[in-house]
């Protein structure tokens, strides 16, 4: 499916980069005397400062060795998938059926109805901002873009790499950190090795990675240029450092003619995943993951979930999406073994599926959709995640929170899940870094180190 236009309605964002549901002047007072909001401006306090007043001694997770994270990209409608709230407005074709405390939209997600048992919901989450591009690269880096370590904040895929970088053997040949779809954000100021090895799913897509002419003559060709360049690091500059790694890491794959099959999706898998390029996308992640050849974080993009006007029509086809391909996925990781005896590679690979923000509740707008809005939910899979289980509790619109059902007792904010990531990959999240280009001190995740921010430890076994 082809990317949407940029929405009209966030188009010029606001001049402050905070807004949509349960948000106001007040509240940003109440927050900021709570200290929950010092993110926004925390490159005006010293590093060593906070870390002199650090108290937090985390406890990891570290079930997981691997994260798939899906993105559904422009908001996908919480109340109409994951936080069912149902009305008049409600079309018979979602088919609300309910599995125990789960009220499930059985009409758009079969398939994925039969592993309820297997999936988490958080319902108390809540985004910074209801705009597109500041919203998914807040997702995507785990703090606000706007301040100054946040515009040179890398991507979590890219934390992930790096972290996993000590435990790679020899024959992990395999970039760490891999999307299908472009990312939002990259490596930051993090060196090129730990970039996303960008992608679209099929098998036109690995055709670069065996040259035209044969090895041979590539290794020639790469003589060549290390005699009369040998030097493209030291003074030339991080641009210089960057390209020698992207070469690097293209030259291993070259080196490793297996590597192409594990990009290439035979013609049962496409049918049963959906007969859809993200579909595909899952099914490469899955390869990729399970060869075990250094893949770490895959990121997969899911468009079409901007749904202004006619969101029942629009949405039925990118849940039945979703569902088939996502439903395949948990069912052949289940039956997969994992790395560990006795482990699946479920039981290994944390699944995340995100938006960047919510929307409208209650009944549609007068075009029939739902525009944007900041309370929103995140469903996680594998990687130890308790299954059946949901964290959180909407009033009957699903617009507040009455319960927000974990130990922070707050809405459960980006930060807070880029910590769960973490933790469950066995990441340190209270980590800061003393290699930044700013000499601030890069913290994976903001605040974590004076507890303003923690993984949902609610959502594990």
Sequence with gaps: MKKQRDCQICATPPSFPLSGAEFSRRGFIRLGGLGLVASFFSDAIHPSLLEAQSAIHPSLNGKAKNCIVIYLEGGASQTDLWDLKEGPWTPATLEPTSYGEIRWPRGLMPKMADHLGQ????????????????AQL????GRNPASLLGRIAPHIGAVVALESYATRKPEDVLPAFIAFETPKATTGYFPAKYAPFVMRAGNASTSSLRHPDGNDRLDRRLALLEQLDPDRTGALGKEASDFADFTLTARRLTESPDVAALFAVSGGDHLRYGNTTFGDSLILAKQLIAS?????????????????????NQIRNRARELDTALGSLI????????SEQG???LDETLIVIYSEFGRTVGPPTGAGGRDHFARMSIVFAGGGVRGNRVVGKTDAQGSKVVEYGWRGNRDVRPEDVTATIYSALGIDYTTVRRDDPLNRGFDYVPLAREGAYEPVNEIFI
């Design 119 to 134: 999936m988490a919901f958080v319902r108390s989450g809540l985004a910074w901002v209801a705009v597109h591009n500041l």
């Design 138 to 141: 807040w997702t995507q880096i």
């Design 292 to 312: 075990e050849r250094g893949t770490r974080f895959v990121q997969a993009t899911s468009y079409g979930w901007d749904n202004h006007t006619d969101i029942y």
């Design 331 to 338: 069912d052949d990781l289940t039956a997969m073994p994992g």
């Design 343 to 345: 482990k699946t590679l």
